[in-house]
């Protein structure tokens, strides 16, 4: 049971330092529109919801969205070495 409560601790850990590297990338992102529809995404709102407070269209927002992914992407990966 303890090797049990170990590997859970250790998973809970492991997930909240992915979080603050995933968070670290993001706010790395040069632009800011591409790391505000990321975070709003991240943060649980829906492209709506992104699109009225940037004033954009939706269509605009997936694209951000999927634009800052790889950039997010491409970032960590480079920090993994």
């Known amino acids: 049971l303890e090797a049990v409560e170990q590997i859970a601790d250790d998973y809970d ?3 909240e330092i ?5 968070y670290k990338a993001v706010e790395s992102l040069p632009k800011p529109r591409e790391r505000m529809a990321l975070l709003g995404e991240l ?3 829906r492209a ?3 699109a009225s ?4 269209t939706v269509s605009a927002v ?3 969205i ?5 950039a997010v992407a491409k970032i960590m990966k480079g920090n993994e070495q």
């Open 53 to 56: 407070e940037l004033g954009l």
């Open 43 to 45: 943060a649980g709102k």
């Open 66 to 70: 999927k634009k800052a992914k790889v």
């Open 48 to 50: 709506e919801a992104i």
């Open 62 to 64: 997936y694209k951000l």
């Open 13 to 15: 850990l492991y997930n």
């Open 18 to 22: 992915s979080r603050v590297e995933l």
